[in-house]
């Protein structure tokens, strides 16, 4: 039988599109781009690590040390964006005022020992809580979330409330940023208001120019362990996204506290933190 001239036309278009498709894919990978200059942060605190940085809507990734950005490592903390997602798209937990009551067990911080509703438990990233999250939402459902998600290798192997902290799951720097910029855009499949209120849970400050969400990480059950700070910066309708992520040496405080320091130096550098 032969093809009809609409049938022929279609055919023809399909082919095109297969044809100009390795193109299209070639023009939507961002490029690169190295900024030395974001060595001296890192220098004056005395550390080794990566930091990128990308503008919603920009073909271009700013980035410092693009070799340990592509490298994976465990999420720790920052794992608690998708797993405060996960809770409240299936219900696991009802709402960000949702309480957890305290269990009366002492805590590796002070103010993880009381009471905490979800939004708290994010703020002062109470591990047992999330912990206690991850068991309710259960290895199937976590599984796929993830694989929905395309959130690092996806992997949940070494226990359904560690695999995080020091289990399997792996995710690189720029793989954070993209990440980051689904859920910003309400691109994940999920109830908006979900993505609303786990980027409600994110505001970590304000100026009176922009609006810095941001979640901190930290490997303290491996070694070398390894320091997060990811986030985003919103001034007026731009949108930025950066993660970090540093060696961390054990017993030094300091370099702790210089995830969050290193990230803001550089923001500040840019233009986009006052």
Known sequence: MT????LLLR?????????????????????????PQWQKPFNDAGLTGTMVLRQEGSPEILVHNPARAAT???????????NSLIALETGAVSGPSEVFPY????????????DLTLARAFAVS???VYQEIARRI???????????????????????DRFW????LRITALQQLDFLGRLHRRELPLRRQVMDDVLTMMITDKTPNAVLRAKTGLTARVSPNVGWYVGSVTRGPDVWYFALNLEVPENTPAAVAARKKIALDILK????WE
């Open 3 to 6: 093809p009809t001239f609409p």
């Open 11 to 35: 055919r023809f278009a399909l082919f095109l599109l297969l044809l100009a498709a390795p193109a299209l894919a070639r023009a939507a990978a961002p490029s690169l781009i190295e900024r």
């Open 72 to 82: 994976a490592f465990l999420p720790a903390s920052t794992f608690k964006i998708p």
């Open 103 to 114: 269990d009366g067990k002492p805590r590796h911080l002070p103010e993880w020992n009381a």
């Open 126 to 128: 109470c591990v047992p």
């Open 138 to 160: 259960g290895p199937e459902r976590m599984a796929k979330y993830l694989a929905d998600f395309h959130y690092g290798n996806g992997d949940i192997g070494g226990g359904i």
């Open 165 to 168: 902290l020091d289990g399997a």
């Open 269 to 272: 550098m840019e233009g986009l």
